[in-house]
């Protein structure tokens, strides 16, 4: 294998509002059934690296309950596998990540241990489908030092979150600029790098010794002069979820046959792990239309363009519209929810109203009695 | 270090299961879907390492290819297990020639080493036919607390039915004093459910004394040679939801159950989980042309029509305008644009056109297999065709590649059947 892998899943965000009370962002649930990890994990193990490390930090119960079996994308090998780090306190350290370079170089025996002479760093955030060899040998062919998968930025998207770059005909990144207020550059970044193993371990030294932590900040916008740093454009779909805006979009996103079709249907699949819920159960008075219901859901009322997560259950004479609702949501009776995103195992009581605005999503956190029969 | 297991179960999985017509043509029954994403032999198999049974002989002779697949090496049941878990067990060639397995019992006899390699105290011996949930487990403390050499699962079933049922007959203890098979008079109402626990010992020396008989059946030739020799026979009690799903009714009607408000046979619950294996994972689709009432549908299906009172399976696409009612359709099949289906059963990877009508007309005998299709449903087996625009009778059965000329007249009246030898192409 010529490449290991490395997803970076520590992250928060403040953009995520109270959804990042309870997860790090790259434990998202994500259209129904994923988790946002699953989009990286499931394309490294397409594009048939069998060695990953993901490196989580914040809030992590979450995501390590994700990943508590790599089976489910096919890392249960007896070559390679998936890791999961988190900071450790050693005789040397007992600091926390400090930043993406700083998680690298906490972790640089992983990297020096390997023999694969690539490594793929990918962010645990990005919804999108990519063959990193692809990446890879357009990396190769332009003999570049670090290759960033870059895209076109659209008008609709809020070029403060993201790297800004600037990319020359051949392809060679000439200017990056780290979450810039204003910018005239129309690419991003996105936040997946391919670079060669051992050019990796000689920068994240360095870094360390310069008391630096930021791979963006302090290797690729440093380096940006001095090393062959080139852009690989992406053009199919992509997303970030690090802000309750675009999460909410990205769930949305997966209401349209095309992009279903694109994630669902075509070759390769996105892998999650399995919860052997039952079918979805839609009773009489139910209503459903446009929307996404997840196995193990139970409707009695309406549902409309919606996304369901597992084992919601909807009330009779309820009117959900415009919502998302993350898993193991119980809600009443009577109850009108719209333009929501309804935080995982909540339950709301009977004849309640939750009514956000389409440019300003109302993130719902009830948690009452349940009572079960 | 001698391996050591306390109870181990044998589940019978050879069976074609000829009464449930086209649809196991291709596979063993066990492999049958049910209830939107199962296979029939996911029952036993969860209610196995739910009751703590992590050791399981699975006997496949009819059609294992699917059934091989489904199980592989018992993840979804968490049955990989470094000692013990789920093994397939074919019929295979020794030195004395080659058998296929004759009976149950027989098939179980040929894998005497298999048991014995696991040194039991007990053997659980299971069919892959049932639907319900039960705690092997609890049968277990029963059979030892009546220190008994063989506990027979029983359930009471209505008097006037117990003619289709293997009865026993028991004393105040629950001791089987006699039994008798399909009595036209019965004098109990307790059917077997064709689960057993064996003393170890006891089976052992059953199997080996009947090791010459003819089709060597539990039911008939084990458990009376077991009675003969004065062993001590108990039946035990099963009050839950048990359902043989051998004909295309009963099969089409514990679907139906499902889908009631609380059904019988809850899948909702917490405890008590049915795993299967699920390689379909994104969530469903319902669109705004879509009205759906009183269904279950499974991972991945995309509904652009109607449907009502009726169990759809994973990756199941139904077009605009299509409407469904009391109906099964299974795994990964297309129902095209505008066709009407009622009361019928579809099975897995089928594609059937626009336009077509499924079930219409009255009811007629069947010309083509009277024991098997007796009913008003029509019965579609896997990987079938069904071009643009036909009308489609009840009590029919409709197998293969079929074409615009297999329907005179655009037709296929109520009763008949189109079944095509599917060779390979």
Redesign the interface.
Known sequence: MRAIGIVLAGGNSKRMRELSNKRAIAAMPIAGSFRSIDFALSNMTNSHIQKVAVFTQYNSRSLNEHLSSSKWWDFGRKQGGLFVFTPTITAQSSDWYRGTADSLYQNLTFLKNSHEPYVVIAAGDGIYKLDYNKVLEYHIEKKADITVVCRRVEDTEDITRFGAVKINDDGRITEFEEKPMVTDANNISCGVYVIRRRQLIELVERCAAEDRYDFVKDILVRYKNLKRIYAYRMNTYWSNIASVESYYKTNMDFLKKDVRDYFFNQYPEVYSKIDDLPPAKYNPGCNVKNSLISSGCIINGSVENSVLFKTAYVGNNCVIKNSVVLNDVYIGDNTVIENCIVESRDTIRANTTHIGKPDDIKIVIEKNERYTL | MMIKKEMIAMLLAGGQGSRLGVLTQKVAKPAVSF???YRIIDFPLSNCINSGVDTVGVLTQYQPLRLNAHIGIG??WDLDRNVGGVTILPPYENSRGSDWYSGTANAVFQNLEYMESYNPDYVLILSGDHIYKMDYEVMLDYHKANNADVTIAVMPVPLEEAGRFGIMITDENSRVVDFEEKPKNPRSNLASMGIYIFSWPVLREALIALQDEAGCDFGKHIIPYCKEKNQKLFAYEFNGYWKDVGTLTSYWQANMEL?D?IPEFN??EEYW????K?DI????????T???????????T?VYGT?INS??G?GVTIGRGAQIRDSIIMRETVIGENTKINKSIVAENTKVGKNCEIGIGDFKESTYDKRVYDADLVTIGEKTIIPDGVKIGKNTAIMGDTVPEDYPNGELPSGDAIVKAGGLK
């Open positions: 209830g939107g994403k993840i979804p889908i408000i899948l909702y989980r049915i795993f299967t699920s994972i994104p969530p469903q689709y319902i669109a705004d879509a009205s759906i009432e009183k269904s279950i549908i499974g991972e991945g995309e449907v169990v759809i994973a």
